[in-house]
């Protein structure tokens, strides 16, 4: 095979590499404030029954000469006890995300990218055109990458300290302006590791998109290998895919570094 040969080849795999670049582009652009929300909801503390738990105990005082009276008491205090612990510390918030990042996590991508690929036919009887395929896999890219960026991101939240908050609220902060000037620059030089691992994966990941028949670079390379009975494109597209991790491994790089500016 010549050089020749090899130039037409890659010529044709360049819509595939363009396809896949939108794909990684747009669930970056997507998934990364989407995780930041579910981060947030991950951590919600808000309780709609938290008023009970401020009125329990009051019966618990209660006191009666009667013996049998007064273990009928403690038992019916015992009970609504517990039953305004659980009601009281139930946060449907952080209860919801905790759902949706274990149904992200735990089924496989391609599961997911089929479920919203078909869901408006199968829930709403629409008829599914050619141009709805780019937009499942950007939405099941995106709802799955959230996920993983929601877990990277509250991890780095918490390991902020409490001092850093109690100082903030002493210098008159309030929540916002904490967040946004004192915890989350912090935040981002924390993660910055875990999330390099997640955008290298999304770019091997976008060969995903096959499965919704949306032709992106491996599909296309493979189609091209079938035609001309050469694994030849294939290990170009490897070759791609190598070449792309390694600038973004090489540009995350230099981004921790300019923000260890501390060290």
């Given at each position: 095979m010549g050089s020749a040969e090899y130039f037409n080849i890659i010529y044709q795999l360049g819509d595939g590499m363009l396809a896949t670049l939108l794909i990684f582009v747009l669930t970056l652009v997507f998934s990364m404030p989407?995780?930041?929300?579910?981060a947030f909801a991950r951590m919600s503390k808000w309780t709609p029954?938290?008023?009970?738990?401020?009125?329990?105990?009051?019966?618990?005082?209660?006191i009666s000469n009667d013996n049998r009276k007064t273990k009928l008491l403690f038992l019916f205090n015992s009970i609504k006890?517990?039953?305004?612990?659980?009601?009281?510390?139930?946060?449907?918030?952080?209860?919801?995300?905790k759902i949706y990042i274990s149904i992200l996590r735990g089924t496989p991508l391609m599961l997911q990218l089929l479920v919203v690929y078909f869901a408006p036919y199968y829930v709403f009887g629409i008829n599914l055109s050619k141009e709805y395929r780019l937009i499942a896999v950007l939405i099941g890219f995106s709802i799955n990458y959230a996920a993983y960026f929601a877990e990277i991101y509250r991890s780095g939240i918490e390991s902020i300290p409490v001092g850093q908050y109690e100082a903030s609220s002493v210098l008159g902060y309030n929540k916002y302006q904490t967040f946004f000037k004192i915890v989350f620059p912090q935040m981002v030089k924390r993660i910055?590791?875990?999330?390099?691992?997640e955008i290298i994966?999304?770019?091997?990941?976008?060969?995903?998109?096959?499965?919704?028949?949306?032709?992106?670079?491996?599909?296309?390379?493979?189609?091209?290998a079938a035609a001309k009975t050469t694994i030849i494109p294939l290990f170009i597209a490897g070759a791609f895919y190598f070449v792309f991790n390694a600038v973004v491994a090489h540009v995350m790089e230099r981004v921790e570094r300019a923000l260890s500016y501390y060290r």
């Open positions: 989407l995780g930041l929300l579910v029954f938290g008023f009970l738990l401020q009125k329990d105990g009051s019966a618990g005082r209660m006890r517990i039953l305004c612990s659980w009601t009281g510390n139930f946060k449907p918030i952080q209860f919801l995300a910055l590791p875990p999330v390099t691992n994966t999304l770019v091997k990941d976008t060969a995903m998109a096959f499965v919704l028949n949306y032709t992106e670079m491996f599909t296309l390379a493979k189609q091209i």
